[in-house]
């Protein structure tokens, strides 16, 4: 801790508006989309900082917390790589102070990122490939070595998975969770299909592919989970409402020690086959159930990106 010298604040007054005291910090590997991220927090009203390193963090935080007129997001990323090691001792201890530091972790598939790389031709920032290397390799090498850099942070944040997201898709989810209502913690219900790979900001997998599946009524086929002829069916199926009533109550029961646990949020994923019918009903309905109690969103990771 040997960069935080100044005596910590000893508290974090609210924004004239009386919404809270809070910082939104965006990381992630290269490449999963943080550029996104901050145009839709700035769109949402913040003010973004990008690449700031993170012995400066508290200070800026000080300076805009003597006016605090605005709500401030900040990305921090591996270019900045040796004083990310400070990182997360400093959120620990800003949110010991009181701050709200609602942080981001963006994140991908290893391939999604390699083609992304491809695709705009643009050097990974821990990329070296000496003269005849295989720059395939160096990529693949660098992305692996940056997932071992940010560790620390990953599990100290809310993970976004983007390897199938489209931007407006990934923007409407940063604007979600910006706009999620102030709580201890937030539980993010996300539907998807296994065909295409299980989320890697998941916290929890449930399998819905024992039940059984509307694909196979020819009149369901096209309509989706959100729909009430499929609900309908769903609500029929005794095995259906056991499953999500076990999946329910083992949420409860573990609930109360993530927020203990001073988690943000808590994402629970639902798979089925496609990613339509199943899941996606087991996502609206464990949503209804906890709405009432509790800050919620809901993801369908299929049915967003078909838009």
């Known amino acids: 801790m040997s960069g935080f010298v100044d005596p910590p604040p000893s508290e974090w007054a609210p924004l004239p508006d009386g919404s809270g005291n809070e910082v939104f910090l965006v990381t992630g590997i290269s490449g999963s989309g943080k550029s996104i991220a901050l145009h839709a927090l700035e769109d949402a009203g913040y003010f973004c900082v990008d690449n700031l390193p993170p012995e400066l963090l508290r200070e800026f935080i000080r300076l805009e917390h003597e006016r605090w007129t605005r709500r401030v997001a900040v990305a921090v990323d591996v270019r900045t790589v040796g004083s990310l090691p400070?990182?997360?001792?400093?959120?620990?201890?800003?949110?010991?102070?009181?701050?709200?530091?609602?942080s981001l972790f963006l994140d991908a598939s290893t391939d999604a990122l390699v083609r992304r790389f491809s695709e705009t031709r643009r050097p990974?920032?821990?990329?070296?490939?000496?003269?005849?290397?295989d720059a395939s390799r160096a990529l693949v090498e660098a992305i692996e070595l940056e997932r071992e850099l940010l560790a620390?942070?990953?599990?100290?944040?809310?993970?976004?998975?983007?390897?199938q997201l489209r931007p407006g898709v990934l923007r409407?989810?940063?604007?979600?969770?910006?706009?999620?209502?102030?709580s201890a913690l937030t539980l993010v219900f996300e539907s998807?299909?296994?065909?295409?790979?299980?989320?890697?900001d998941a916290d929890f997998v449930f399998d819905l592919r024992a039940l059984p599946n509307p694909y196979y009524v020819r009149e369901l086929r096209a309509l989706s989970g959100r729909d009430e002829p499929v609900a309908a069916y769903l609500r029929a199926q005794s095995d259906a409402a056991e499953m999500l009533e076990q999946i329910a109550t083992f949420i409860e029961r573990w609930l109360p020690s993530f927020e203990d646990n001073q988690r943000s949020y808590l994402t629970v994923a639902l798979g089925c086959t496609g990613g339509q019918h199943r899941s996606v009903y087991g996502v609206e309905q464990l949503a209804r159930r906890f709405e009432g109690r509790q800050a919620t969103l809901i993801r369908h990771r299929e049915l967003d990106a078909r838009g």
Do not use: Y
Request: hydrophobic share 45%.
């Open 86 to 102: 400070l990182l997360p001792p400093l959120i620990d201890a800003l949110r010991a102070e009181g701050l709200k530091v609602r």
């Open 124 to 133: 990974h920032p821990l990329s070296s490939v000496p003269a005849g290397g």
């Open 152 to 163: 620390g942070l990953r599990e100290k944040s809310t993970v976004i998975d983007t390897s």
């Open 172 to 182: 409407a989810w940063v604007r979600g969770l910006a706009g999620a209502r102030e």
């Open 192 to 200: 998807f299909a296994f065909k295409q790979g299980v989320p890697l």
